[in-house]
């Protein structure tokens, strides 16, 4: 399984952008999925997860009401819509895969199978 994160980039504070994960190899038709994100110098935090198939979604307190995650129906992998973007989100966002539709902790990366490279997100 490949997963490949695309969308990011660099914005000014209170932009918007829109990250997308494709995959290969991956046949999972129902898996809870998530973006997760790391700062230099900090720990990989979870930012927002989805039960593809199910539409159950879970988000960081720091990003509830300014992101969106979403599901491409066709590709089953997540969409991230992130509006009013600030400095402090500025990070390398990485797209990840359950290997199993319901885990008990979907915030934690420990609790994720697959991880795609990452793309970088700045807001300055």
């Known amino acids: 399984v490949q997963l490949v994160e695309s969308g990011g980039g660099s914005v000014q504070p209170g932009g918007s952008l829109r990250l997308s994960c494709g995959a290969s190899g991956y046949t999972y038709s129902s898996n809870c999925m998530g973006w997760f994100r790391q700062a230099p110098g900090k720990e990989r935090e979870g930012v927002a997860s989805?039960?593809?198939?199910?539409?159950?979604?879970y988000y960081a307190d720091s990003v509830k009401g300014r992101f969106t995650i979403s599901q491409d129906n066709a590709k089953n992998t997540p969409y991230l819509q992130m509006n009013s973007l600030r400095p402090e989100d500025t990070a390398m966002y990485y797209c990840?895969?359950?290997?199993?539709?319901?885990?008990?902790?979907?915030?934690?990366?420990?609790?994720?199978?697959?991880w795609g490279q990452g793309t970088q997100v700045t807001v300055s």
């Open positions: 990840a895969a359950a290997n199993h539709p319901y885990i008990l902790t979907p915030m934690d990366p420990s609790a994720y199978y697959y």
């Open positions: 989805v039960v593809i198939g199910e539409g159950l979604t």
